[in-house]
Nanobody, 115 residues
Framework: QVQLVESGGGLVQPGGSLRLSCAAT????????MGWYRQAPGKQRELVAT???????NYADSVKGRFTVSRDNAKNTVYLQMNMLKPEDTAVYYC?????????WGQGTQVTVSS
């Protein structure tokens, strides 16, 4: 059984930084795309950033230049470094992993940006 274990969320002041981690555990093979989505209260879930197994990156326009997605293929782990955080970044952040024809989601971690 595959599980995605997220960590790193919390409360931070505007302009601060946080680093999210997500490790895929269990029998998971041929991981292709790994990434992060977020959902703010009253809004739909949206893409934040993804990275393919060949290293291709995709970012939402709202986070370009502030967030960096990376991965450790040996550990089946994806990271999201978030800098210059803004109040509008407040949301539940979900890890997503696509492997073969399967699509896995983490349980979500809360990120709150507030003074």
């Amino acid at each position: 059984q595959v599980q995605l274990v997220e960590s790193g969320g919390g409360l931070v002041q505007p302009g601060g930084s946080l680093r999210l981690s997500c490790a895929a555990t269990g029998s998971i093979f041929r991981v292709n795309v790994m990434g992060w989505y977020r959902q703010a209260p009253g809004k739909q879930r949206e893409l934040v950033a993804t990275i393919t197994n060949s290293g291709s990156l995709n970012y939402a326009d709202s986070v370009k230049g502030r967030f960096t997605v990376s991965r450790d293929n040996a550990k089946n782990t994806v990271y999201l470094q978030m800098n210059m955080l803004k109040p509008e970044d407040t949301a539940v952040y979900y890890c997503n992993v696509r492997a073969l024809s399967m699509n896995y989601w983490g349980q979500g971690t809360q990120v709150t940006v507030s003074s």
